[in-house]
């Protein structure tokens, strides 16, 4: 048979080909083998299967032995032989008595990596035996299966797990155990745990206890974990209980900040729109403490520092995890328009709610020296400290400013923050870099307008329609190239038609003198002058709900 794009709702099979030889006669050889690739059961992928299966039957004085072999890519893979009584009760054909022997020998784990991607070269050998007796409707197992000096790498996570050995000890109760061991780098990991096959629920548990184990080790992110837990499966729900040690960690992710993202209110028209929380609630039950050592470094852009701290994280069927406990900056600092400011105090406090959304406590600032006169004499130097305080949570952080001594007013500390001068002396360029980093900084919160209350109070009493700074484009007719520039804008609406509209790059220093008339509702002209060209614009817009 041949046969290629399979498919049944979610599952796709690229191309299948197989062999059928059945002979249905005594001691004869029966075989199948069949070939796949490219395969997908739902989300998951198999590149490719190559299965030969060979069936042999005895007619015997008093029952039938039926020997079935099973390998793949031609290496034997597992035995089975297989006695029923020669005279069949159809009655009651299940009660049938059963003895059946299965070997198992993969000498060589190397298929195991069609089946599972994640894995690159898997090594090792799996041995084992299990003897089945009872009837058929209750069979009973004994025997061991063992995964034995097993390695492989896996990829997605930077690891390779070395020293792998795995057993699965079964008797004839039912009750599965199993135990083993590996190696990650330097860290080690033992595993111990059950499975009651007699439930139809499969109840297991399991434990995990290790020291120092590579859990992740990519380009940006190093993860060594000491678990101490306990795995609970019941009635189809997963519980995960115990401790999460952090010993050492390195964060140094790549920087996005050139990345331009889509705004998080973006909707895709028919796509499913999923959110943290539900992707959250999806997780496994939780009742886990996890704690960060002073080792854990953070590295990202213009913030370096230390993160340590403990959580209790809980969860239960259904709802997103929550926490409480604190992490905690130690020493650090963030740099920020050519100043490095020191972070002061760095915490992140979860009291209960969701783990998401923690309350943030976070104060960075640096030291000025200043002159102090007295009679326009000199009389000494003064130290003050300025800086920027974080409240509020991740979702809506509140930004502040503050000074010690608690004199300065928010345009001095603004000033002495980035200029290391007091806003009266703060001219030109210095003022428009002031007015970009206020903007940038949304200090005390959302407002109606983009600089806040800094602003506010000029743009009225000079009686504007805009005084702003924003992100401005500009196309060079020489190179064709578009430029983008932080710009401060002044605009006026003079009329009802007519709006004047000016801005002066903060670093360029290129003004523009723009002016839109609007000639009926959806059109209006616009010219547009620089130092670099002129042109002009006949505009159309519609608006809509």
Partial sequence: MRANN????????????????????????????????????????????????????????????TSINISSSKQHAMNVSLSMPKTINTENYFSQPLVAKINIAFPNLDDFKNYF??????????????????????????????????????????????????????NQTKLLTYTGSLTSNKGTAKIIGKTDLADDNFTSSLTVQGSNIEALNLTGYKINITPDLSLD?????????????????????????????????????????????SVLAGM?????????????????????????????????????????????????????YGQTLTIQNGRLIFTGGEINNPGLNITAGRDIRTIQLQSEAFAGTQIINVGVRVLGTLNNPVINLFSNPSTLDNPDILSYL???VPSSQAQGQKTQLLLAVAS???????????????TSS????????????????????TTGGIAQTSSVVVGK????????????????????????????????????????DSGGDLLYSIERE
């Fill in 418 to 420: 980035i200029l290391g």
């Fill in 440 to 454: 940038s900084m949304n200090i005390g919160g959302q407002g109606p307008s983009k600089l806040g209350k800094m």
């Fill in 117 to 170: 991607p994640i894995l690159k070269n898997p090594q090792g050998t799996i041995k084992g035996s299990l003897d089945i007796t009872g009837t058929l409707d209750n069979p009973k197992a004994s025997g061991t299966i063992n995964l034995l000096n097993a390695s492989t790498s896996i990829p997605k996570l930077g690891i390779t797990l070395k020293n792998i050995n795995f057993q699965i000890l079964g």
């Fill in 284 to 336: 496994p039950n939780l009742d886990v403490d996890v704690i960060l050592s002073d080792k854990i470094k953070i590295r990202y852009q213009n913030l370096h520092t230390v993160l340590s701290g403990k959580i209790h994280v809980s969860k239960s069927h259904g709802t997103p995890p929550t926490a409480v406990g604190e992490l905690y900056t130690i020493k650090g600092n963030y740099k920020a």
């Fill in 233 to 277: 499966f019941a009635n189809k729900n997963l519980s995960i209980k115990g401790t999460l040690t952090i010993p050492e960690g390195k964060i140094n992710p790549k920087d996005f900040s050139d990345t331009m993202t889509l705004p998080s209110e973006t909707v895709f028209v028919g796509q499913p729109q999923p959110s943290a929380t």
């Fill in 458 to 477: 000029l743009q009225k009493s000079l009686g504007l329609t805009e005084l702003n700074v924003e992100s401005v484009q500009t196309i060079d007719p």
């Fill in 6 to 65: 399979l498919a049944f709702n979610t599952q796709r099979i690229n191309r299948l080909t197989g062999k059928i030889n059945l002979i249905l006669r005594p001691d004869a050889l029966s075989s199948l083998s069949l070939a796949a690739n490219k395969i997908k059961i739902n989300d998951y992928s198999i590149d490719k299967i190559d299965l030969n299966i060979s069936e042999q039957t005895s007619i015997h004085p008093d029952d039938f032995l």
């Fill in 493 to 532: 609406q003079l009329t009802k038609k007519l709006y004047v509209h000016s801005s002066i790059g903060i670093f360029d220093h290129v003004p523009v003198f723009n002016l839109r008339y609007q000639l009926s509702k959806h059109w209006s002209v616009q010219s547009e002058t620089s130092k670099i």
